[in-house]
């Protein structure tokens, strides 16, 4: 009995662990997005959306993938899905995975809908960061020198001063 036999009447396995395909990508390599775009592969585009980059730029990519590997499986944009939740802040992810979803008459219509909330995701960063730097200097300046430094309201400042 051959080895793909054995495995084919496991429930576990079934047809999948047999059925794959390898893409070979040297990783040292800087794939440009145009390269990973004409690879039209999972790989290739796990690696489109790996690489460091803005929000704007990996809806973009998404964008990209929904519109032009149309070769990909429903099970390979099932994983690639997957990995967008596991790796990407909540609501990126969900404007992502949507846009995987979608016709691709709708996919070019969200990326540009999106822009508002890509926006408001790098507000929010900087005012963490400001928080984050007005908490380390708590215990060193007053409270006016901290709003002036770090461009939150006093009202914040005397909150976080409460909470430390």
Partial sequence: ???????????????????????????????????????NSVTAAIFLLDQKITPQEF?????????????????????IKQWIRNTTEERLAIKATEGLEASKEEVIKMVANNAFIIKE??????KRKAIEIAKNLLDILDDETIAAKTGLDIEEIKRLRKES
């Fill in 121 to 126: 995701m790098e507000e929010n960063a900087e």
């Fill in 59 to 79: 809806l973009e990519r998404v964008k990209a993938i929904a519109l032009f590997f149309d070769r990909l499986s429903n099970e390979e944009l099932k994983a």
């Fill in 1 to 39: 009995m051959g080895f793909k036999l054995n495995f084919k009447t496991e429930e576990k396995f079934d047809s999948g662990v047999l059925n794959f395909t390898y893409d070979i990508f040297d990783v040292n390599n800087g794939f440009t997005k145009e390269e990973l775009v004409n690879s």
